[in-house]
């Protein structure tokens, strides 16, 4: 039988060409019909106070789940200790929705839609990316810009994105701390293209934010590595993976009415087209009751536990299977070695029917087992413009993705711009403002640089936060009229000026 998996993405292109080569640096509430996964207990701002109505179950514990906190943050074991993927709930409420059964049987394999992570050495030299002929240029979606060209630092020679029509690739630069990750990656004849790059920090969330909501090439907004089941942990005699899994739904499965809730920042544009229940973003899970000795294959009892401890995150819509859980090609990994098994299909389509969504997630721990009190709050506010100069024949500043910040260059006096385009509050659904709630805004900069926050809307100035230098923050109520954000930075005086805002939310 014939197993066949596609996605098929549309990206929403921007409008703006910047005639420059990117060049990386070395860098020192859904809506109610889905309550999110929460990223810590009530502490999190993303948490409902009272649980939806539902047995709260406490999760399976399979096997040891510590681990050496110098594994996190690495090209072996990305991510933070206190990251979604290397974290897990020990008591949920699991919701109805069913993954339905659609043209093939469901998958926990390699393929054309799968990826490779590949890790930058030293000795690999510079690669130049461009747009394929006749596109705009390479769609950096973080700065909402084309590029003619990304150059990455170092690029391994064994490179080769997966062959299906998204053509993943991440490379990972383990010095720089960055993944790199490439949509529709292709080389001809020793020149490489890609339609879209993003990257993400190797020893970060794992997940955007609403400032940088997009790190990846997922449909979610995240490097295809995270979740991947890696070529090194097939064999390395453990009961489970030791973090939650990547998984891609179908049209069937996935929501026609919510494109993404937390963690996910995006999901697919055309996810109307969808008749499912179950968005890009959601946590499915086995209940603790699931018979794991049932389940024949070792390999694939390895994959129940870890459904049933850490669940797998839905980051991707296919076409025809009804779960796909990605395993990084070039691992052999074939639960139907010898030809085609029809008992490991029986225990899919069993697995398919007991995963159930996570709708509440009252506490977690994380990779070392240690409880998750608190998590940083995160930031909704962007620097990527468009910057104007507030005088004639002024200096905009540039945006730079890797700092998160705008850079002046070679100013002689103070130069001020502002963005009043609206797009540096966070367009990311669970992330916008609430209006009557308390919120900070702090600035960081370098070379005296300043930057200020205001927001007209009712006919009139709803607050002003002034110019504030490096370090200094201003406290406001996020207004209840309807109305215009206004960002405003003022450089120093020199080669460089370096400035970032920072909004969030105050508990």
Request: proline share 7%; aromatic share 10%; net charge positive.
């Amino acid at each position: 039988m014939r197993n066949k998996v596609a996605n098929p993405k549309s990206l929403v292109y921007g409008s703006i060409l910047l005639a420059l080569t990117l060049t990386v640096h070395t860098q020192s509430l859904s809506a109610a019909a889905y309550d999110p996964v929460c990223e810590v207990n009530q502490n999190s701002g993303y948490c409902s106070a009272t649980p939806p109505v539902g047995s709260l179950i406490s999760t399976a514990t399979v096997g040891s789940v510590v681990s050496s906190p110098c594994e996190f943050g690495t090209f072996n074991r990305p991510f933070s200790v206190n990251s979604l993927w290397n974290s897990r709930p020990t008591k949920v409420i699991l919701g109805n929705s069913v993954i339905p059964e659609s043209t093939y049987y469901p998958l926990v394999a390699t393929g054309n839609y799968s990826t490779t992570a590949f890790l930058a050495k030293e000795t690999d030299l510079p690669m130049t990316v461009y747009p394929p002929d006749g596109a705009p240029g390479v769609w950096d979606p973080d700065s909402e810009a084309y590029f003619p060209s990304i150059t990455i630092p170092r690029w391994p020679s064994e490179t080769v994105p997966a062959s299906g029509s998204d053509g993943h690739a991440d490379i990972v630069d383990a010095e720089r701390k960055i993944i790199h990750s490439f949509f529709q990656l292709k080389n001809t004849n020793g020149r490489w293209t890609a339609t879209q790059y993003a990257w993400s920090r190797i020893d970060g969330r794992g997940w955007g934010d609403g400032a940088h909501y997009f790190q990846g090439a997922r449909a979610a907004g995240i490097p295809p590595m995270a979740g991947l089941i890696r070529k090194h942990e097939i064999n390395d005699g453990a009961s489970q993976y030791h973090h939650a899994l990547a998984m891609s739904l179908t049209y069937t499965g996935m929501s026609g009415t919510e494109q993404y809730v937390f963690p996910a920042t995006s999901g697919d544009r055309t996810f109307t087209q969808n008749s499912g229940q179950i968005p890009t973003g959601a946590l499915l899970m086995l209940p603790p009751s699931f018979d794991s000795a049932s389940i024949t294959s070792p390999a694939l009892r390895k994959v129940v536990n870890t459904l049933k401890t850490y669940g797998a995150y839905v980051i991707d819509r296919n076409v025809g299977t009804p779960f796909y859980i990605y395993v990084e090609n070039g691992s052999n990994f074939n639960l139907h070695e010898g030809g085609w098994n029809s008992t490991v299909a029986k225990d899919l389509q069993t697995i398919r029917a007991a995963l159930r969504p996570v709708i509440y997630a009252k506490d977690w721990v994380n990779g070392l087992g240690q409880p998750i009190t608190s998590q940083p709050r995160l930031n909704m506010l962007s620097m990527r413009g468009p910057w104007r100069s507030s005088a004639s024949g002024g200096v905009a500043p540039a945006f730079n993705s890797y700092s998160q910040s705008v850079v002046f260059t070679n100013t002689t006096k103070a130069e001020y711009a502002e963005n009043a385009s609206g797009r540096s509050i966070s367009g990311v659904d669970w992330a916008k403002p609430i209006p009557g709630k308390l919120y900070e805004f702090r600035v960081e900069a370098t070379n005296n640089g300043k930057a200020y926050l205001r927001f007209w809307g009712g006919g009139k100035e709803q607050f002003n936060s002034r110019p504030l230098a490096n370090g200094e923050t201003y406290r406001f109520y996020w207004p209840s009229v309807s109305g215009t954000p206004i960002m405003g930075v003022v450089s120093g005086v020199g080669p460089k000026t370096e400035i970032r805002g920072v909004l969030t939310q105050v508990q």
